[in-house]
Each structure stands twice: as C-alpha cells, then as structure tokens.
C-alpha cells in the first residue's frame, strides 16, 4: 500500500544529464520531506539533496550543489533529481526516502520508507 518507486537511472557519459524519478503511493508525498541518497560500491550511504516538506527548501551535499536540482510534483505524487555535469564519482545506486522530521537531515534513520534504488552509472 505504502510504496516508494525510484526510476530514471541508467548510463550517461561523464558531462551528461539525468533525471530520477520518486513516485509515491499510498500516502501523500506532500506531507513528508523528501531526501535522495546514494550508495557507491565501498562507501557509505550519504545524503545527497533533500526537499521540504512544507516550504519546499532544497538541500545539497556540496558535492552536487550547482549541478543537481531537486524539485516536487504533488499532483503527480512525484520528486525529481535533475542530474546535470554527471561526475564518474556520481556514480551510485540512488534512493529516494521520506522522513516527519521538520528540520533538514540527511541521518537515515530519521527516513521512514525507502525506494528500491535505481542505478545510475557515468562512464565514458
């Protein structure tokens, strides 16, 4: 019934572009602030933007900022990551997850349903 569906990950090449797709089901994504995380093969997960819940305040690792965009469809149910200058080191398995927690946090376990992970890959 509650159910998170990341799509939009594939092979871009290094400067590329994606968009990452999060829809929600079961619930409205309008109540809850939405965060994307990644994990890299040997590292850890880390935090890599998140929306607000009621203002809509974007967040961003510093390792994104400028180049990734994170934005809300509530009549879709739906919150996007645009992708652009993809780095080989963007490379990761991305989630997308939500959390009531009214301040900005990338700690995970403040997140409380979690996608199933899209793969993105930059690569030449």
């Known amino acids: 019934q509650v159910q998170l569906v990341e799509s939009g990950g594939g092979l871009v090449q290094p400067g590329g572009s994606l968009r990452l797709s999060c829809a929600a089901s079961?619930?409205?994504?309008?109540?809850?602030?939405i965060g994307w995380f990644r994990q890299a093969p040997g590292k850890e997960r880390e935090g890599v933007s998140l929306?607000?819940?009621?203002?809509?305040?974007?967040y961003y690792v510093a390792s994104v900022n400028g180049r990734f965009t994170i934005s809300r469809d509530n009549a879709k149910n739906t919150v996007y990551l645009q992708m652009n200058s993809l780095k080989p080191e963007d490379t990761a398995v991305y989630y997308c997850?939500?959390?009531?927690?009214?301040?900005?946090?990338?700690?995970?376990?403040?997140?409380?349903?979690w996608g199933q992970g899209t793969q993105v890959t930059v690569s030449s």
């Open positions: 997850a939500t959390t009531t927690v009214g301040f900005p946090t990338f700690v995970s376990d403040s997140y409380d349903y």
């Open positions: 929306i607000g819940s009621s203002d809509c305040r974007a």
């Open positions: 079961g619930f409205p994504l309008e109540s809850y602030s």
